[in-house]
């Protein structure tokens, strides 16, 4: 039992298309030795300071198989933007969302245009349901992963996060690990920045648009491709 068993059953017990048989576990984001029950390469995404047992970068969930369990190996939340939905989104946030294997949330779901924009506003003075869609996406991910969760927020969904942010508590803000932000638009909110933030603007009116009232934070990344709706 214990990692062993999780790990073949959660994971996938096989090699890599095209690699030769190891004799290891193929755990998606690493290989896995069940005869000395360790990982025989560093967690990706190392641990917090915070947290000792997380340090320990071979080990699988702390050392805690019985009480936690990390079946991504990596975790991310991805928070969609205004009008933005499941089933009707960008194929490429489908894609990389799929790639990443991320948590997604979509705050904006069955909003028109106009009321997206008006939730957007409205984050600024408190939280809404937008907000909470946000909020509980990061809880769950945080719950199911032993190493810190990475934030991708595009456009409305940088709104959403920001007042998400001011619901967790310290501890669960020291959990996040990197952020970015992607054509975000917070109708004048302040973005949460936690010295891992990157903030992502392409060009043209639908970007001049969303950024309208958000100052970026963090290492500006330009980029030269436009926003349309749905993107």
């Not at 059953?9 to 048989?21: F, T």
């Not at 896995?32 to 915070?50: E, I, V």
């Not at 946030?93 to 979509?106: F, I, K, V």
């Not at 992502?200 to 001049?208: D, K, R």
Request: charged content about 15%.
């Amino acid at each position: 039992m214990g990692p062993q068993k999780e790990i073949a059953d959660s994971a996938r017990e096989m090699k890599p298309s095209g690699q030769p048989y190891t004799g290891l576990d193929y755990a998606d984001q690493r290989f896995y030795a069940s005869t000395y029950g360790r990982f025989n390469s560093p967690d990706r995404k190392g641990g917090k300071l915070g947290s000792p047992s997380s340090l320990n970068r071979y080990s699988y969930v702390k050392g805690d198989p019985i009480n936690s369990n990390d079946p991504r190996g990596l975790c991310t939340v991805m928070i969609a933007g205004i009008t933005m939905g499941p089933g009707d989104s960008s194929p490429y946030w489908t894609s990389e969302a799929s790639a990443l294997q991320a948590d997604t949330a979509y705050p904006y779901a069955g909003q028109t245009f106009g009321q997206s924009i008006l939730s957007v506003a409205q984050q600024g003075k408190g939280p809404n349901a937008a907000t909470y869609a946000a909020y509980n996406t990061i809880l769950t991910a945080e719950a199911s992963s032993s190493t810190p969760v990475d934030i991708v927020a595009y456009s409305g969904g940088a709104a959403a996060f920001a007042a998400a942010w001011k619901l967790l508590s310290s501890a669960q803000q020291a959990d996040i690990g990197k952020i970015l932000y992607i054509a975000p638009g917070s109708a004048g909110a302040v973005l949460p920045s936690n010295g891992q933030t990157s903030t992502a603007t392409g060009t043209g009116f639908a970007n001049a648009y969303a950024n309208g009232g958000t100052t970026p934070v963090g290492s500006p990344i330009n980029t030269n491709w436009a926003l349309s709706e749905n993107s």
